[in-house]
């Protein structure tokens, strides 16, 4: 069946612009697509290998050589071109990554019982061989390892793939243009490894109708007749075609002169971007937009679309931070630096963005906008530094300025609070506070050795660390452990010649000990008892610190929070670190105290996650004063709950304060067989010291299912 056709996509510019640039200049080094799922990511990639012209491979050649320059170090080599018969063709590759491949898949991997027991080493390519002159789409590339990101971003920059393996070396050319794609909602990149993306773009569906309409109705009309959608738009994918491989011959041709490499190299240091990749890619995507264009020196036009690609996701300093790019300065960078020669007219199939100002580029604003008609756009990929919505005020007047001392009227006493829970319309008085900047801590470590996904928090057998042992599975050959398995069984086997012969049942392989990622879940108490301004910034830069530590680590981390009459899964356990900071900063507090039901959540939460996810260990810290006050039995249920829990890993952070206490999260701590934080206590000196506090005194303690109800939250009721 024919792909969707590349130029039958609707909107997407930037994506567009983006995998035409890095297809004509492969050094670029690859393209990241952000954006949320069903934004046609997937769609647009596959649709470009059809935009690709068929390449001469060199026959038999399991490498895809070039007969025009063939691979001197291929495996598969030396290869004799003379004749006519060794060269055959095939159509440009895209090979897809799933998200599951291992190592070897990825790398290609070596038949060791033949090495060893013949003397014959035996290379079974994978798929970085296969996508050799093509492209490699990785789809939730995010998901995948980051050792494995590693190597397939050290292939795209090198060209090479190079497999060392118990003292054999193979190494084969990989010449690919590296493509991935990711829902920021399921976790982030890690710095190191998003900068190494050439370019990066976001994208987002359509907010205006027509635009929406549009989609739906060229997707059907592909799903009744492919065939006969793709002939529609036959003419256009030719002209797109050729006009790819026009502006790859035109490449080399292209001028970047003095001014306009000066004129790069200000714009990267005024965007303070680490290092000089980002130069680098700025200045190869300026000469291929130019080659894009049919010009043959590169323009101010030219550095702007490259800049506007290869420059956002480089300024983020922390995982918190929107990428983005403030393009008033974008201009005003340019405003000095002249065309050397005019715009020819613009090619009815570029996929650039249209001009700003003109209609099209009116109609994408309002469909990439909001429904007012606002150019800032929606969801969770929508930039942080937006003017924060208003604080609504309590019935007692303006939210107290953070740092000064509360008042009766904005941090009353727990008697006042436990009167003000009680009458009608409590859950009304709401206080939004904001959170402080975050700060290092200690490392939360759970004891024992796990067996978890690869990460920087716990001991674990992983697939990386310090060989402790040898076994039947294990990610590198043990050739000791395999000689010593083998050696009872040679006389047997009729052994000849001095050689040592093996079975399958003998090869041994490495036991790493390293360290795991691990489950934190938070459930932060969000009723009026904790509505002080001044209590709730102390909590949320604590909570948020610890997330960066989260992000640091490779954990998981899941948000609970609770006031009200129930509890909210606000984020449900994910690694993307930093939209649990968003719901975090956006949490209102006020209300009764569902105290029952927001543990009641968080052991449903663990237990499930026990099921997805086995071997993760989790971590559990409940923020609150203890008090309950929803529902009849509040305090009775919420003992109950904590009962269920006990034996779990788990922290209580006391957020009471006041000179009179009624010591509830004391005696929450108690049932729940888990250590205690009082806030209030090292509030003197300052919430870094709190929160170093609250990661010290957690200790991990194995959390079984088996020991608690399958529906506390039914039982809560």
Known sequence: MRSYPFSAVVGSDDMRLALVLTTISPAIGGVLVRGEKGTAKSTTVRALAELLPPQDVVADCRFGCDPAAPDPACPDGPHDVAS???????????????????????????????ALGAGHVRYEPGLLADANRGILYVDEVNLLHDHLVDLLLDAAAMGRNSVERDGVSISHAARIVLIGTMNPEEGELR???LDRFGLT??????????????VVRRRLAYDLDPEGFAATYEAEQQATRARLADARDRLDAVLLDEAALLKIAEICAAFEVDGMRADIVTARAASAHAAWNGRTRVTKDDIRAAARLALPHRRRRNPFDAPGLDEELLERL?????????????????PEPPAPGSEDDQVDQEGQGHPDGSDTPDGDDAPTDRPAPPRPETANGPDQAPGTDPTPETDPTPEAEAQDADRPGA??????????????TRRLEATGVGSGEAGRRSRAITSQGRTVGAGPEGRTLHLPATIRAAAPHQAARGRSSGKLRLDAGDLRRTVSEGRESNLVLFVVDASGSMAARRRMEAVKTAVLSLLLDAYQRRDKVGLVTFRGTDATLALPPTTSVDTAARRLEELPSGGRTPLAEGLAMAAEVLRLEKIRDPRRRPLLVVVTDGRATAGPDALARARR???????????????ETGRFRMGLAADLAARMRADLVDLGDVGRDGTEAASRTIVDTVRHRTYDTAQHPTDLRRKAA
């Open 84 to 114: 006519a018969t060794s060269t055959t063709t095939r159509p440009a590759r895209l090979v897809e990554l799933p998200v599951g491949a291992t190592e070897d898949r990825v790398i290609g991997s070596l038949d060791l019982e033949q």
């Open 191 to 193: 710095p190191q490894l």
């Open 201 to 214: 773009v976001e994208v987002a569906a359509p907010r205006d109708p027509r635009l929406r309409a549009d």
């Open 334 to 350: 340019l405003d000095d630096l002249d065309d050397p020669e005019p715009e020819p007219d613009p090619d009815p199939t570029d």
């Open 427 to 440: 859950a009304a008085r709401l206080v939004l506070a904001s959170a402080g900047q975050p700060y290092r």
């Open 641 to 655: 709950i904590a009962g269920f829990l006990a034996g779990g890993d788990a922290v209580v952070v006391d957020c």
